[in-house]
């Protein structure tokens, strides 16, 4: 890393490594809180996409486990055995009820 740059008073000049860090962790925590976690208590099938539409989780996911889901949102979810499943997202749960249908929850976060 370069010297930090001496202004015309003698001072220098440049970002201390205290602002640095935070700035770190600020985007850490940013980047933790667009996460989309998933549990379920029964086994329940899975797709995630992304934004451009990658599949991001597929399959059919046992019960008593847990996938934490990153990617760009929106995500596009469609989840088998839907009641079994609790959806957090940003650190809020999703209510899956009014998305569901015969077991199949169908819906989009963003």
Known sequence: MAPAAAKPDGKQEGTSAATLETTAEAKKEAKAADVLKLSFTQAAWVEVRDAAGEVV??????????????????FSLVLG??????????????????????GVARLSVK
């Open 81 to 102: 055995n839907a009641r079994y499943v609790t959806v957090e997202y940003k650190g809020k749960p999703v209510d899956l009820e009014p998305h569901t249908t015969k």
């Open 57 to 74: 989780a597929f399959g059919v996911k046992p019960a008593n486990s847990q996938q934490e889901i990153k990617g760009q949102p929106p």
